[in-house]
């Protein structure tokens, strides 16, 4: 596999990364709601869920999804249901106040945001079919075990170091301030968002 094609391979799946979806959306609000530590823990989850789908797309999971698109459209209605379940939670806990004086440190355990950023990436299978994309006119089907190691850590670290700065950006005291006084819309608003985002990839 050339160097030309890694970067080039590397440079899409970054601007995929980048570009607003489910995954940046969550990193925001667990960022903003529960602070950097909690959204770290989360980016690892997405970055996760991410190394997954472009390695599925690496094994043949998205020529799957060609030849039985039935398999994809089960994914993308379960995954649907799980983010607009968790937009539904948002919902409902909108009206409950977040104490000003409370600290930012992570209410709920590393492990947990782990799996919610694993599981929110998961949601929505139709990376696995950009990755196979992106793969089919970047990666040779000689490439070496090295580089497709390579290339699936350069996605990861993608995603785990975007979403964090995502979070990061949305943990400042400032932000948080304006959070703590307008919580009810803004967990409306992202809860709004998320299950437009559930039903866009059910749809697609």
């Known amino acids: 596999m050339s160097g030309a094609a890694f970067l080039a391979a590397v440079s899409l799946c970054l601007m995929a990364a980048i570009s607003p979806g489910p995954a940046v959306l969550m990193a925001a609000r667990i960022g903003l709601s529960e602070g950097l530590r909690t959204g770290a823990a989360l980016s690892l989850g997405i970055g996760a869920g991410a190394v997954f789908w472009a390695a599925a797309a690496l094994f043949g999971l998205a020529l799957l999804f060609e030849y039985a698109p039935f398999l994809l459209t089960v994914l993308k209605i379960g995954g649907a249901a799980f983010l607009i379940w968790t937009a539904v939670k948002m919902w409902r806990a909108a009206d409950e106040p977040l104490d000003e004086t409370a600290s930012t440190a992570a209410p709920r355990s590393a492990l947990a945001a782990f799996r919610l950023g694993l599981w929110t990436q998961l949601a929505n299978p139709k990376p696995a079919v950009f990755f196979g994309a992106i793969f089919v006119g970047t990666v040779p089907a000689e490439a070496t075990a090295p580089a497709l190691a ?55």
């Open 150 to 204: 390579a290339l699936l850590v350069c996605i990861f670290m993608g995603e785990f170091l975007w979403n964090t700065f995502v979070a990061r950006l949305f943990s400042f005291e400032r932000t948080r301030r304006v959070y703590i006084g307008l919580k009810h819309w803004i967990d409306r608003i992202f809860g709004g968002l998320l299950a437009a985002l559930g039903v866009k990839i059910a749809a697609l």
